[in-house]
């Protein structure tokens, strides 16, 4: 029986062309900070676990004091913060499987520690005995998940181009018989016991862990390098190299070069395949030990170089028999994971490193700090969008792992911490720099393109050589003690053979039996054969039918895979899109926060402006209330003073005026008396010179002696009625220039001729010539016009041109009572029958009568009410206004009785009248009062107001 040859089952379906999937995810660079314990317990401590991801950092007392008290504690943040009680195990669980499972599922992975000299970062990585740090862990994980699938050793072959080739199986028989033979492949120690006891027991076999959904359907190989970087310089720690007893030769460093993917490898470094935990260990170790000779050798300081384990993982789908390793170089997936014990992060002067050893710790230092530049450069550049270019090619380390940054993978670090005070200012460097590493973005490594075969060839491939042996077990296959008794069974089956030993030359029936037998033998076995092809038969149809089946579900599973990368790609666009919005959302938060920040700025800029301006109003309001009240006040002073001025102004040109024309009018008495002694000397005349020295007496004072309280009636402008002058007056050129008292004289001189013609008096005449009476063609004396003589008082003689016509006894008065007159309860009243009464006479008044009185009150200072009724005639001007004659004026007095007694006025004395009473009146009443036709002005307020002016 054979198994089915692939050749007759379906074509391989070919692997789909690996696309370059767009990878827009990226991941922060995940930092863990371990706590290491103190030393001693007596040490002080200076870092303290605050939660399972922040970690505080205290100042010793000795720092406190020296820096005046400048440094603060200091909180930093990480991933994850693991204390002092934390296993190896809790660690490698959440540090580095995660990476494990990534190199399985072909990804790369960076796991780096870092810290000062002393803080358990190669504790940390490699662990001790019994307490196996990261490296250890993470090799058993690997084989304790990939074991069961592992390739032979060199299918998988190295290039010297960080490529990966594979052999069939022939060609890998041959290399491994030809190593065999060289002695230089190790035999993969049966048992961990067996190992050296300083790594035998790293990992208690109860911590083993494996990794999930690893795929059965591939062979894998690892790979093993172990690299240290001391001065800048790469030394292979694995190369074998013949030992020279007496004169060691120094190791050679090896270079960096660019594989045809750009990805970053030693040139010339050995890769160890190894086959299970104990031999990766045990390639560790030499290593270890190589490191440590040679520092030995060299005076070098181990804490000054740098450490790298390259975990390479070689991966293959196998053939669709589920057999072999798919002979196609294409097909074959290396993933690596470089775990790297860093160099001591102090600086150099704590080294107290001399001479050469100076400089070497300088570029060490060097290295590290290329490190830090890069990890700076690239936060920048991920965080400002710039593309400022990153110094990987200034130190080894980040040279060789540029493409972590640059490319894809996962990056970790772990920060050793040592707690102790001593270390404090170095720890601080460490944890500003690992919170900075935190902020740099690796882009996530995408999934392995799925390969076109159908799962499970393996399990069917074990499945079916299973069923073989079984099988040929049953029909005589490979003859084995159980196999035996089956053929036995199978051979009891057969017709027995018949005796076939020939006694006799003659015996012919032995030999016919036998050949009998033996046909029937031979026909059985056909027979069966005939079976067994037509089983074969059938199974093999059966299986094409079930591989036909198997590919169709394939192809359906392939296309439905297809479709499902592509719906992924569109998540991750989508993925991508929102993650470009959020950032973009984030920028715009962040402005808006500016701007708002600026906009309350400027308001409160405007709002303090705004009350500033306020003040500054009111201030100026206030200024300008104050300007105009100063104004106001300024204008009141000066409309006082120009009033006061005026007034006193008014006052002495008046009384100049009084006293030019006083003198004038005294001139021109001496002047007519003058004239008057002239002329009696010509012509004897005897009455004459009897007037003069009255005329002497009777005008002392032209000036008026007092003001009444009731309205002035006395005109201002005076006319000398044309009717009245028979000559133009002599030295006035017009009338309004001509002063009252002038006036009156010279109506005085001639009213002796004019009474004969019948004229009539003004009462100013009257005033002056109280107690003279007006009689025929003389003077009579008559006693002033008291009220009690009112009755007794002859008639005034009446000019009778200008007399209005009146019937007999039908005169019409204007009765003209000011509204400031009071009312007396007097008995005797003068009875005016059909009066006109008025309180100020009106030119419509007066053109109907043809008489006027005026009642005029005044008190006394003794308290006496004097009531004058001044009477006159009314007459028609030329210009076709009224015009009134003063003729008579009757004087009331009425007495209180309580008051002191009034001093009386000597009323019989005609000689010597009161100066004040007559003089008064001829103010108020001068000598006549015309109103033009249309006038309604009020004469006496006329009058007033004439008065003023200058
Ligand atoms: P580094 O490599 O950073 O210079 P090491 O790993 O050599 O420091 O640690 C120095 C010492 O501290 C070692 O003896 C180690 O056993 C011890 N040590 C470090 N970390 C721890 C830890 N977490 N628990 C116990 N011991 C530790
Ligand atoms: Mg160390």
Redesign the pocket.
């Known amino acids: 029986m054979s198994r089915p040859n692939a050749n007759t089952k379906g074509k391989t379906p070919r692997r789909p062309v690996p696309k370059k999937q767009v990878n827009n995810q990226k991941d922060p660079v995940g930092v863990y900070c ?4 103190l ?1 001693s317990e007596d040490e002080e401590c200076c870092v303290e676990v605050i939660s399972s991801t922040t970690i505080q950092l205290h100042p010793p007392d000795g720092i406190k004091a020296n820096r005046n008290g400048e440094f603060k504690e200091t909180q930093y943040s990480f991933k994850k913060v693991f204390g ?1 009680q ?1 296993s190896q195990m809790e660690l490698f669980e959440d540090v580095a499987k995660p990476l494990v499972d990534d190199l399985i599922h072909c990804k790369n992975g960076l796991l780096f ?1 870092y ?12 662990g ?1 005995p019994g ?1 196996g740090g990261l490296l250890p862990r993470s090799l058993d994980m690997i084989f304790n998940s990939i074991s069961p699938y592992q390739a032979k050793r060199y299918v998988f072959k190295t290039d010297d181009k960080n490529g990966m080739e594979v052999q069939n199986q022939v060609d890998a028989l041959l290399e491994r018989q030809k190593r065999e033979s060289q002695q230089s492949v190790p035999k993969t120690p049966s048992s961990r016991q067996k190992l050296d006891p300083e790594f035998a027991d790293m990992i208690n076999p109860q911590e083993a862990c494996r990794a999930e959904d690893v795929d059965e359907d591939s062979s894998y190989s690892v790979f093993v390098s172990y690299i240290e970087i001391y001065n800048n310089y790469i030394y292979d720690l694995l190369e074998e190299l013949p030992i020279d007893p007496i004169k060691p030769k120094p190791p050679q460093s090896k270079i960096l070069r660019e594989d045809q993917n750009h990805n970053m490898y030693v040139a010339g470094c050995t890769e160890v395949e190894v086959k299970s935990t104990e031999e990766a260990f045990e390639v560790f170790w030499r290593g270890q030990k190589k490191r440590r000779i040679a520092n030995t050798q060299l005076n070098r300081e181990s ?1 000054r170089s740098h450490s790298v384990f390259i975990i390479k993982l070689a991966q293959a789908p196998l053939d669709a028999d589920g057999d072999n390793v798919l002979q196609d170089k294409n097909q074959v997936n290396v993933s690596q994971l470089c775990l790297v ?1 860093l160099a ?1 992060s102090e600086r150099t002067s704590r080294t107290r490193a001399e001479g050469s050893r100076l400089r070497e710790a300088g570029n060490i230092n060097q290295s590290l700090m290329t490190l830090r530049t890069c990890i700076e450069v690239l936060r920048e550049n991920q965080m400002c969008g710039t593309n400022k270019m990153v110094p990987y090619r200034d130190s080894k380390v980040t040279h060789l792992f540029k493409n972590y940054f640059d490319g894809e993978g996962k990056v970790r670090m772990v920060v ?1 911490v ?1 707690p102790k005070a001593e270390d404090y200012e170095e720890t601080m460097l460490v944890m500003r720099f690992a919170e900075m590493t935190q902020e740099v973005e690796v882009a996530r490594p995408v999934d392995r393109p799925i390969c076109g075969f159908a799962a499970g060839r393996r399990q069917r491939n074990q499945a079916f050589k299973e069923e073989l042996s079984r099988r040929l077990e049953e029909r005589g296959g490979p003859i084995d003690g159980e196999t035996l008794s089956v053929m036995n069974q199978l051979m009891q089956s057969f017709p027995p053979l018949p005796p076939s030993e020939l006694t006799d030359p003659t015996d012919d029936h032995t030999l016919p039996r036998l050949i009998e037998v033996l046909e029937k033998r031979h026909r059985i076995r056909q027979m069966l054969t005939e079976e067994y092809n037509k089983a074969a038969n059938m199974l093999k149809s059966m299986l094409q039918e079930f591989d036909g089946n198997l590919v169709a579900k394939d192809n359906f599973i392939q296309d439905q895979r297809g479709k499902l990368g592509e719906k992924d790609k569109m998540i991750q666009n989508q993925k991508a899109e929102i993650d470009r919005l959020e950032k973009k959302a984030k920028m715009l938060e962040y402005k808006i926060d500016i701007l708002q920040k600026t906009t309350n700025i400027y308001e409160e800029d405007k709002r303090s402006l705004q009350q500033e301006l306020e003040s500054r109003e009111q201030r100026l309001q206030r200024e300008l209330s104050e300007k105009r009240r100063m104004e106001a006040r300024m204008q009141g002073m000066v409309s006082d003073t120009k009033l006061k001025w005026e007034k006193e102004c008014e006052r002495r040109v008046n009384a100049k005026q009084m006293e030019m024309q006083n003198k004038l009018w005294v001139k021109d008495e001496k002047l007519k008396q003058l004239k008057a002694i002239v002329t009696e000397s010509q012509c004897e005349r005897p009455e004459k010179p009897q007037r003069m020295p009255r005329k002497d007496k009777d005008e002392p004072a032209p000036t008026p002696a007092k003001r009444s309280a009731s309205p002035s009636p006395v005109p201002v402008q005076v006319h000398w009625p044309p009717q009245v002058r028979q000559a133009p007056p002599s030295p006035s050129p017009s009338p309004s220039s001509m002063s009252v008292a002038s006036c009156i004289s010279e109506w005085e001189q001639r009213v002796p001729q004019d009474s004969r013609q019948g004229r009539v008096h003004t009462p100013g005449d009257t005033g002056r010539r109280r107690g003279r009476c007006w009689t025929g063609d003389g003077e009579v004396p008559v006693r002033p016009c008291d009220l009690e003589e009112l009755g007794q008082r002859t008639g005034l003689p009446v000019r009778p041109r200008h007399r209005r016509s009146h019937s007999a006894g039908a005169e019409r008065w204007v009765d003209h009572k000011p509204p400031s007159n009071l009312e007396l309860d007097t008995v005797l009243q003068p009875n005016l029958p059909n009066a006109i009464k008025v309180s100020a006479p009106t030119e419509k008044a007066l053109s109907k009568c043809d008489k006027y009185v005026l009642t005029h009150q005044e008190v006394a200072s003794d308290g006496e009410i004097r009531t004058k009724l001044i009477k006159g005639e009314v007459f028609k001007t030329r210009a076709g206004g009224q015009s009134v004659h003063f003729t008579d004026i009757e004087t009331l007095k009425q007495e209180c009785p309580t008051a002191p007694s009034r001093k009386r006025r000597s009323s019989g004395k005609e000689d010597d009248p009161p100066e004040g009473d007559w003089t008064d009146v001829e103010t108020r009443c001068a000598v006549a009062v015309e109103m033009r036709s249309g006038s309604k002005m009020d004469p006496a307020l006329h009058g007033c107001q004439k008065r003023r002016k200058p």
């Open positions: 371990r706590v290491r314990p030393g002092i934390i520690t810290g000062v000299t002393g803080s358990g970062k190669t504790y940390t990585m490699t001790s307490q804490s014990d001591g050793c040592n």
